[in-house]
């Protein structure tokens, strides 16, 4: 068969043309190849951890470059975390969360991280979640934002529903601008600090993580107007909940609190402190000093906020004669271990008062290192002991600033308590102390 007489430019054309299409893809080939950046990048992250039982619990991580080099920021709606012990090589990331000792760890690729979070639980065992996060992505909860939401704003009575049936009531105080959603649950026994996420037509989610604790919220609202829905955490399990509108809505903080089993008799401790010395309530620097006891933990979101609001009234109350002490109940029974996690903890906030190894974090075990108290009930507890070793209030639980309104009266609660002790000296007249801690609701 004759081929057609082409003109010499087009028989060079067609004879080509294979070789110029495998060039085209070669290149294009080579381009998608290409590797992507093993530098960290600056910007906003959409970050997740996943809780065993394959729930994604997001959060929002920002990567800011400053002089000392890059640094994160673990946000939860208006709460910012951030975390200056960071280690960036070409690839890979590290850093410690303030405080904790909580570690994450991942491999950098182009905008997008993978790897893994490693949180340690009261009873010493380390939890490994994956972990990944995207550069430039938003959202938290929901990739697309609907025009037309419920409310969810206000306070809500909440009951919590566990595996073995056992309840627990609390206060839900919601915040709410177009589908933005945050705020906080609070229990007898402290507050799920900062919540945040979106309302999604009927559809509420929420979640935490701080360094702390992993939180996720899910709920949806039926034609009667309540809540109903599940909780997750690291701690394993999940909560069904259930929780109905009321702008009352409060916490009886009379339902928990610890007692002495002995009223009459002064309240006594002995523990070793970082350097391994014995520190006792008899020691001199003690005698005559009004005393601010409580019991917290370096792993306890709530002893965390808690820790910030004892180091202003230490700095206030100190030169006029108050003494603070933390009676810490660790995760890690080895003293060493126990040494360096409450170590972490007081460099993140700055704490000059004593810190004294107590125990670990086994509310039974702690009872019996505190035999005067008739349970251990929630970390932290504040005990405030006058002049004589008297045991004036003991305050269970605690309100963070989660709780805004409720943890400013927190606050006033106990810089009142301190200044009544302060002034009465060792003849406290005891028909003007508290008999019951007033309600951490206005």
């Not at 002893?303 to 030169?319: F, G, N, P, T």
């Not at 810089?415 to 609701?441: C, K, M, N, V, Y």
Request: charge should be negative.
């Amino acid at each position: 068969m004759n081929r057609p007489n082409l003109p010499l430019a087009g028989r060079l054309r067609t004879c080509r043309a294979p070789a110029l299409l495998l060039l085209a893809a070669a290149l294009a080939l080579s381009a998608c190849s290409k590797p992507a950046s093993r530098e960290l990048q600056a910007g906003s992250y959409r970050a997740t951890l996943e809780l065993p039982g394959s729930k994604s619990v997001p959060f929002g991580l920002d990567v800011a470059q400053e002089e000392t080099g890059k640094v994160l920021y673990v946000t939860n709606g208006e709460e910012r975390i951030r975390l200056d012990e960071v280690a960036v090589t070409p690839g890979r990331l590290q850093a410690r969360f303030p405080g904790y000792e909580t570690t994450l760890s991942a491999n950098v690729r182009g905008g997008e991280l993978t790897g893994n979070v490693t949180l340690v639980h009261t009873d010493g065992k380390a939890l490994q979640l994956p972990f990944t996060a995207r550069l430039g992505e938003t959202w938290r909860c929901y990739p697309e934002a609907l025009p037309d939401n419920a409310d969810f704003a206000g306070r809500w009575d909440v009951t919590f529903t566990d595996g073995a049936g056992r309840r627990t009531a609390g206060v839900a105080m919601v915040d709410q601008s177009f589908d933005d959603v945050t705020g906080t649950v609070q229990m007898p026994t402290g507050d799920q600090r900062f919540l945040a996420g979106e309302a999604h037509d009927e559809e509420l989610r929420l979640s935490r993580f701080d360094g702390g604790a992993v939180v996720l919220y899910e709920a949806k609202l039926d034609a009667r107007g309540e809540l109903a829905g599940e909780t997750w955490s690291d701690r394993g399990g999940s909560q069904h909940f259930v929780a109905t509108r009321n702008p009352d809505a409060a916490i009886d903080a009379a339902a928990l609190a610890s007692r002495l089993r002995n009223p009459a008799a002064p309240f006594t401790f002995a523990f070793k402190d970082l350097d391994g010395r014995t520190v006792s309530n008899s020691d001199p620097r003690f005698q005559d000093k009004v005393l601010l006891v409580t019991l917290a933990g370096s792993w306890c979101p709530n002893s965390h906020d808690e820790a910030r609001l004892l180091v202003q009234l230490d700095r206030k109350y100190r030169s006029r004669g108050l003494e603070i002490v933390s009676l810490m109940f660790e995760q890690h029974a080895e003293f060493e271990r126990a040494v360096a996690a409450v170590q972490r903890f007081r460099t993140a906030y700055g704490i000059a008062y004593p810190t004294l190894i107590a125990g670990t974090a086994d509310k039974t075990k702690a009872a019996a290192m505190l035999p005067q108290l008739d349970a251990v009930l929630a970390y932290p507890t504040a005990i405030f002991i006058d002049r004589a070793g008297r045991v004036h209030e003991i305050h269970t639980g605690f309100a963070g600033p989660a709780t805004a309104v409720q943890h400013d009266l927190l606050a006033h609660e106990f810089a009142t308590r301190i200044e009544a002790l302060l002034q009465a000296g060792a003849s406290f007249d005891e028909s003007t102390a508290p008999t019951t801690e007033p309600p951490l609701s206005p």
